[in-house]
């Protein structure tokens, strides 16, 4: 299993995204005001089945727990996993560390291959990325 998706496994979207927002609970999914735009009216949607998320308001996105903590604290990517692992008591291999003395380009080919690792599985794992793929024709296709 990967790091990411060992983060992923111990981390309850609800909690993290409960930190930033007042989320109520509506039958299977929690409702929260955005915390990305400013609104009356909740239209802010956490699915805890799916750990993921919508704003089906004035920002019209949604994702997982990683895209949400990379908006919210407007934060890279290696810099969320760093900050979701400790939380989820993951240990992150040496490699994604930032000062063990290693070369900077090996470090950064490392966390963009994990990075692209996580975006690979959104496309084919996600609603959003479905519609992605879709318009791809078949044989253009990722495996
Ligand atoms: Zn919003």
Not at 8 to 20: A, L
Not at 101 to 115: S, V
Request: net charge neutral; hydrophobic share 35%.
């Amino acid at each position: 299993m990967s790091v990411i998706d060992e983060v992923k496994q111990r981390t309850d979207i609800v909690e993290v995204i409960g930190q930033y927002t007042t989320l109520t609970k509506a039958g299977r999914t929690f409702r929260a005001l955005c915390p990305f735009h400013s609104e009356k009216h909740a239209s802010f949607f956490v699915y805890p089945e799916q750990q993921s998320w919508h704003c089906f308001g004035a920002c019209n996105i949604g994702g997982d727990v990683f895209s949400f903590v990379m908006k919210k604290q407007d934060i890279d990517f290696a810099e969320t996993l760093r900050l979701l692992a400790q939380r989820a008591g993951v240990t992150i291999p040496s490699k994604f560390e930032k000062d063990t003395g290693k070369d900077e380009k090996e470090r950064l080919y490392q966390i963009n291959e994990a990075a692209s690792q996580y975006f690979h599985n959104l496309l084919l794992n996600s609603p959003a990325g479905e519609k992605a793929t879709k318009t791809i024709p078949a044989e253009e296709k990722l495996q």
